[in-house]
């Protein structure tokens, strides 16, 4: 049998529940397509909950303690600066957007990602397999890329109007770099060809020409604005995005021959919880709650004598201590006096982490290495309450109740980056805000620990393979084993 290519479609905030829900209800006959021709399952994303942690995760498959992204928002210790990956323009305006612009566009790639942590399209280009990359927000690969910024952009005193980049062999960012020269979708009022209609239209590019590499991966956005503003339940998300995939597959003789020479994987990033209406207090506010410290303005930068920083990242948040006379412990105190707020943890010396939470009595703590072992074959040491994180002992074995994964998820976002911080999820029904965190009341939201936040549903056709967990940082090893056999 001939070698299959291997096409990875993630498609933002894709839940399984819904997606079954769509299907059922015949509103998604693309999507359908590919469930009767293969399998539908949940897979763990890694923590926090947020795009830009996850493909991180996907593309070298480990959590962030290896690949150093630790989330959309974090305070970099070194540079004493709140990078963010974009949020929100007025945020990114907040912190200087010249130099917050260069953080998404070209440091979270070719600085942040760790360069020990090989990605799947450099490890491909090791073997000699072309790879491609469209519209992924992270890309790394072994060859130089040339993207052309819009006259705007260029404007800006950072950049020029082109940036060399290193992706796989076939990249496309937006239309800063793209395949097909007559791409439409790609304006600035489209931003700039992030967007369904243009990740679809490129793939399309490549069946059309027949140049699919032995690789390729395909980010759809949409999704994730429609599910954090119209709520979980709603289906049109998964309506629109199948219009695309039903582009793509009638770009074959058939959608049958689709499947004949090739692997797909269609899967989510992260899921979505509910986020209260706005009478059922669905907002913390950190600046209250941590009202006796001094906490670092964004338009300010972080000046001598402040405390705190605060990095949000929607329903998850990183809490920074600068000052030695304060203690982490002391902050989670005072943080799970608050029942929204749900899991809170930080790191210890000697690489423990503690546990606490607003909503479950006791404290645990837990290291790697000892005689508990989880579902994927980690050894752990507990101490304390294991019902803090829903935890479950089964002989010597441990299994996880709402927080899937959660030991070696919080042990990894604990290691990420340097500095003082505690982790901090909310609930299902609540999300975090501070100055201009962009908030989604009486609509949904990520970034947490919690279930809801970490399931994403996966769709297999085409191979009857399955990574060795169901986990995110099992899909590269999955691939690239597909891939040599
Ligand atoms: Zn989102």
Request: hydrophobic fraction near 40%.
């Amino acid at each position: 049998m001939a070698k299959k290519n291997v096409i990875l479609l993630i498609i933002d905030t894709l839940m399984l529940p819904f997606l079954k829900k769509a299907v059922d209800n015949k509103m998604a006959p693309a999507f359908a397509f590919f469930m009767k021709h293969g399998t539908a399952s949940e897979i763990i994303s890694p923590f926090p909950t947020m795009s830009v942690n996850v493909e991180s995760s996907l593309l070298t498959g480990h959590y962030s303690d290896v690949h150093h992204v630790p989330g959309l928002v974090w305070f970099h210790d070194e540079e004493k600066r709140l990078i963010n990956y974009g949020t929100n323009a007025s945020e990114l305006l907040q912190l200087g957007l010249a130099t917050s612009l260069k953080d998404p566009l070209y440091n979270i790639n070719h600085e942040h990602l760790n360069k020990k942590a090989a990605t799947i399209f450099e490890e491909l280009s090791k073997k000699g397999k072309n790879s491609a990359s469209i519209n992924g927000l992270l890309y790394r690969g072994s060859q130089e890329k040339v993207m052309q910024l819009p006259f705007l952009l260029s404007l800006l005193p950072t950049f020029h109007r082109s940036l060399t980049v290193k992706g796989p062999d076939l990249l496309t960012y937006g239309s800063f770099i793209k395949q097909n020269p007559f791409a439409k979708y790609g304006h600035f009022w489209q931003r700039f060809g992030f967007n369904n209609r243009f990740s679809a239209q490129e793939l399309i590019y490549l069946i059309k020409n027949h140049s699919l590499p032995p690789f390729t991966m395909v980010y759809f956005p949409d999704m994730d604005q429609i599910i954090h503003k119209k709520g979980v339940e709603d289906l049109s998300g998964i309506v629109k995005t199948d219009r695309e995939l039903q582009k793509v597959l009638d770009s074959f003789h058939s959608w049958e021959e689709a499947l004949k020479n090739n692997v797909w994987i269609i899967m989510g990033d992260n899921g979505q919880a509910v986020v209260r209406p706005r009478n059922q207090n669905p907002l913390i506010h950190l600046e209250k709650l941590l009202s006796p410290y001094r906490i670092t303005k964004l338009s300010k930068g972080v000046r001598k004598d402040d405390d705190i920083v605060l990095a949000v990242n929607q329903r998850m948040a990183f809490v920074y201590l600068l000052q030695p006379n304060h203690s982490l412990e002391e902050i989670a105190n005072i943080l799970k006096t608050d029942a929204r707020i749900d899991v809170i943890a930080w790191r210890e010396e000697e690489e423990k982490i503690k546990v606490v939470s607003g909503r479950r009595e006791g404290m645990l703590m837990f290291k790697k290495g000892g005689q508990w072992e989880d579902p994927y074959g980690n050894m752990w040491t507990l101490n304390g309450d294991i019902e803090v994180l829903d935890i479950f002992t089964e002989g010597s074995r441990i299994k996880y109740g709402e927080y899937p994964d959660a030991l070696a998820r919080l042990h990894a976002a604990a290691l990420s980056h340097k500095g003082q911080f505690l982790m901090i999820s909310a609930y299902p029904g609540f999300e975090f805000k501070y100055g201009s965190s962009p908030v989604h009341v009486g609509g949904a939201s990520h970034g947490g620990l919690h279930q809801h936040d970490s399931l994403a549903a996966i769709i297999v056709s085409g191979t009857e393979r399955l990574p060795k967990y169901n986990r995110m940082i099992d899909v590269k090893d999955w691939i690239l084993s597909m891939l040599d056999s």
